[in-house]
């Protein structure tokens, strides 16, 4: 996949000089060392392989970024502009390129992205069990709880969350999933195995996504990523209001962080979550530091 | 016996003649070709947003010398590079001025959203009308005049040899 959308020089060095389960994001910054993290520590990337001596690394220059957007884009920007204007692409496996760039925008709308000048390439992972240590907390008497995956950016939620549908399958648990999948990362675009339950809404918007997928599909639980704006946290709400359980993810590093984030105290007020797990990077991605109830109050700890 | 050689030699030069007029009638046709196929991935840009190498893959046409046009420009895609000698490889009908243009065109196709790609495709367009009726003009003027000049080079040589 990488292949397919990195420049020769860079791709023969990633592909020869890195193990491909390590790597977890690939940054290009316009005339700067293009930066490798490998298990959530940063490198620079050099001919001859990850460097700690920028003055050995490759440097990525204007055209090797925008050469990256338009073969991500299967040469086709025109066909992928509604994720341009998001800031992000996803090619298939579920790798998803953040773009920074100019922003053209017309009346207060964003028109699309032009001259890109970075990129961040996250690599997707299946780390088979990643989840199962969180399982029975979250999982009682064949119902999932409403649960929220917690951690800053880049610490495993999303590869828990695609674990913990397939532990389902695995373990046999004939529950309807819906798998809101707003940027095509949970699910890979098909490639990644989400097991025998799962159907998978892709590309829509959150409250889109729920009402369609509840309405159409009947699932007893919805799984999505990363919440964050008031139309998400309405979506939760309409799934709450129609007796599906969720599981999502947020951005916060810490309980007080999460009590802090814009409209999640209403939602933490009103006990819509009892599940709370928080993971970090301390030991790697996806390390779990805790799992809390509805009070936020600690059930259990690891490490 | 000498009319049926005679016979054969007007027939031999008509038929250069028509060879010589054939080149002016598949530029018109490449031309014509390519205008339409310009309009057909205007639309699928604005309404199906396929993917660039998916309309031309699917794209039919009845210009041979297009087909290997838009050919020669999937196997630059699949390359990652645009460069002339393969996108024109075997592509005779065109000037060099011209295969610079569309090489530019090919360059930035493919680069924009969809409302500069489409302004970025009639632009294009724009400039290829003009080559459509030059090629219409020549096409008028040069083919019937090689097929009559091939006529009267035979009937010519058959009467000098005569």
Redesign the interface.
């Known amino acids: 996949m990488l292949g397919k959308i990195l420049p020769?020089h860079i791709y023969k060095t990633v592909d020869e000089k890195i193990h491909y389960n390590s790597l977890n994001e690939i940054r290009m910054r316009q005339n700067e060392p293009v930066v490798v993290y490998l298990n959530g520590q940063p490198f620079y990337l050099g001919e001859k392989g990850v460097t700690s001596n920028q003055n050995h690394a490759i440097i990525a220059t204007k055209q090797d970024i925008e050469?990256v957007v338009?073969?991500a884009?299967?040469?086709?920007?025109?066909?992928v502009?509604e994720q341009?204007k998001r800031g992000f692409l996803v090619v298939d496996g579920g790798v998803r390129i953040g773009i920074c760039g100019n922003i053209v925008s017309e009346n207060n709308q964003i028109?699309?992205i032009t001259h890109f000048s970075s990129i961040n390439i996250r690599i997707p992972h299946v780390v088979k069990n990643c989840s199962l240590s969180a399982f029975d907390a979250i999982v009682q008497n064949m119902t999932i709880r409403n649960t929220l995956v917690v951690s800053p950016p880049g610490c495993g939620k999303t590869t828990f969350i695609r674990d913990f549908i397939w532990q389902l399958s695995e373990k046999n648990y004939c529950l309807n999933i819906l798998v809101l999948d707003e940027r095509g990362e949970i699910g890979g675009g098909g490639l990644l195995n989400l097991g025998k339950f799962a159907d998978v809404l892709s590309f829509s918007t959150k409250l889109q996504g729920f009402e369609h997928g509840i309405r159409a599909l009947s699932p007893q639980l919805i799984v999505t990523d990363e919440i964050g704006s008031n139309q998400d946290i309405e979506a939760l709400e309409y799934a709450a209001n129609c007796g599906v359980n969720v599981m999502a993810t947020v951005h916060a590093a810490s309980v007080e962080d999460l009590k802090n984030k814009p409209g999640f105290d209403k939602l933490l007020k009103n006990k819509y979550f009892s599940r709370f797990v928080f993971l970090s990077n301390r030991q790697g991605p996806g390390t779990l530091e805790g799992i809390y109830n509805e009070n936020l109050v600690r059930v259990s700890t690891w490490s | 016996m000498k009319l049926i050689m005679i016979l054969i030699l007007i027939a031999l030069c008509t038929y250069v003649g028509y060879g010589f007029s054939r080149y002016y009638i598949n530029r018109f046709e490449f031309i014509k070709e390519f205008r339409l196929f310009l309009s057909a991935i205007t639309l699928d840009i604005n309404f199906s947003h396929q993917k660039l190498a998916t309309m031309i893959e699917q794209h039919k046409t009845q210009s041979k010398e297009l087909n290997k046009l838009l050919k020669n420009f999937l196997a630059c895609l699949d390359k990652k590079k645009l460069d002339d000698d393969t996108l024109f490889n075997s592509i005779k009908l065109l000037k060099d001025d011209e295969k610079q243009t569309i090489a530019k065109f090919f360059a930035s196709l493919g680069r924009f959203d969809v409302e500069n790609q489409t302004k970025h495709i009639q632009n294009f367009d724009a400039i290829t009308e003009n080559w459509q009726n030059a090629a219409e003009q020549d096409k008028n003027r040069f083919a019937p005049l090689f097929v009559k000049l091939g006529i009267i080079v035979g009937v010519m040589i058959s009467l000098i040899l005569l």
């Open positions: 020769l050469n338009f073969s884009s299967d040469f086709s920007i025109y066909s502009n341009i028109k699309t």
